[in-house]
């Protein structure tokens, strides 16, 4: 990626960051606001419905304790203090003093807990009333109440009426439904519901309400259940069909047995919340925009001034890698831009002087080798020719009698030794001269065979173990003959590395359209120093040798477009890696392209 595009990148990812961050600030801002005014608001609806509670349940006392001061109720009383009390006459007294006092629930009931007249549902006259042998309390309470119709929640009052030695029981009330519900002044953007009759399984349909029904009251039910389980007030934001969320809270109602007998939901609207939330949106997006046009003209202006000067450094730098040390740069500033164009052709001025004195010296060095080692090569034979002349010229003088034995033994160590300096000048005239490579389809697995069975009575006579990995058998472009020269050279190598005997391993790969040959040895191994040697024209680590073998290698892998490596460590073994293209063009006259 080039620096004028991370520049924009980074410029678009400072706007982005930048605009999230501020937009997740603000909207958790907005949703600490709306969350806290929200509670505030319910606290007051829950305050409000607790005054209304109270009033109500004030109310209902004072008419339950109205209905115990009337004339029937004393008549109920009396006849209660009897022994053989007859209540038979008393079944309608309850219903009409209900309906004077506008009660929705009136009973009354002896001490012994026997019902004596029942507004609500007459024919519990005779039942028991659990309340009446139990220890009242003396405020309003919530109470699930048995009806004709089904188990209605209604607030209680309970008056005790004296009667001699007895006691006679007004257990009065009014229903808690959406009548009482409506006298709520709700805020607006907020409801009141009510679930009473937590007896059984859950049963979203009970659910009171003001105001238009719910349409899926089903998604209260966890909430409701989980109330109904902990008796302690909840919280959860519902999602609903229509797509207003709402915030609800929901507050246990106990009975007098500090049993839940009914549930108080308050719920809040998320509306204006939510598009507060859409619109704080909407100008992020809008200032993600406008952030990123400006990111784009700030990059263009950064990349007149900062990256166009760093695009001319580095297409300067690739000229330099590719060999023109001729590369300048413009400096058009005065800042730390033009310092560095400045050094930068200062570098290439000075990489030019060090290339010529480099040369110079790599010249003069590549003299001095080539004298030394020609001076070593002709030097071993050189000397038995001396021998033999001065050998010829004391025979003559001394003894010309047997001068004809001596001429002819002579001539032939002159002839041997004349030999072997023409095999030396042909092994350096042979590198100077190497052919090219005539192309053809190569099997690397058969040409491989073909040189280690070259060498196998060698391999056993220097108890050489030899072992071979062919795991590529597609041909190659390859000049047979200069290959197989050149895994001769690679092998005679590791021979001599293993004069006590060891492992040879020869292996034949493929890498994608790369083949790879690899001989590797269990000898001595090399220095790091004398790899990086190793390929240099007349260098040897032997006793022997001319140094060419493994300049020859490298110049057959070079001639088939290849390269050559080698991996080793002292006394672990030395490894040589020839990596061949697959397959190159081949023109007319065999060679490669």
Known sequence: MSFRRRLLLLFALT?????????????????????????ERTAALVSQFRREFTRRGDDVRRRVQAASASAAAGQIAVAAAQSSPDYSSFLDAAQTLAE??????????????????????????????????????????LRDEETPSGTVLGLFAVHAISA????????????????????????????????????????PERLLTTGDPIANPQALAQLVQKVHITDHDESAVIHWDSGNDETVNAFPLMGANDKTLAILLVGSSRQIYTELRSEIRSAALFASGAGL????LLSSIAAVRVTKPVEELANAAREVAAGNLDAQVTAHTNDELGVLADAFNRMTRDLIEHRERLVQAERVAAWRELARRL??????????????????????????????????????TLLSEIANLKSIINRFSEFSKMPQPHLQEVLLRDLVAGVIHVYEAQFEKMKIRNETE?????????????????????V????????????????????????????????????????????????????????????IVQSIVSDHGGRISVKSQPGKGTTFIIELPVARQILADGTSA
């Not at 062919?470 to 690679?490: E, G, K, Y």
């Open 470 to 490: 062919f795991t590529d058998s597609q041909p190659v472009s390859a000049d047979p003959d200069l290959l197989h020269r050149a895994i001769s050279n690679l």
């Open 15 to 39: 706007v982005l960051v930048s605009v999230a961050a501020v937009t997740g600030i603000v909207s958790a801002m907005a949703r600490r606001a709306f969350d806290r005014a929200n509670d």
């Open 164 to 203: 001699g030695d007895h006691k006679v029981y007004a257990i009065g009330g009014t229903r808690l439904d959406r009548t009482f519900l409506s006298s709520l002044d709700l805020p607006a953007g907020m409801r009141v519901m009510l679930y009473p009759n937590l007896a059984g399984p859950i049963a």
């Open 375 to 412: 001076a070593h090569e002709l030097k071993n034979p050189l000397f038995p020719l001396q021998l033999t002349v001065e050998n010829l010229m004391r025979s003559r003088e001394q003894s010309p009698q047997d001068f004809e034995d001596t001429f002819r033994e002579s001539a032939s």
């Open 293 to 296: 046009l400006l990111a784009v």
């Open 100 to 141: 004077a006092q506008r009660l929705d629930f009136l009973e009354f009931a002896d001490d012994r807990g026997t019902i004596i007249s029942s507004a609500q549902w007459p024919a519990k006259f005779g039942y028991q009333e659990r309340l009446a042998k139990t220890t009242l309390p003396a405020y309003a309470f």
């Open 492 to 551: 005679l190598n590791a021979i001599d590395a293993m004069p006590e005997g060891g492992k040879l391993v020869l292996r034949t790969s493929r890498n994608g359209n790369t083949a790879i040959i690899e001989v590797g040895d269990t000898g001595t191994g090399l220095t790091s120093e004398e790899c990086a040697r190793l390929f240099t024209p007349y260098y040897t680590s032997k006793s022997h040798g001319t140094g060419l073998g493994l300049a």
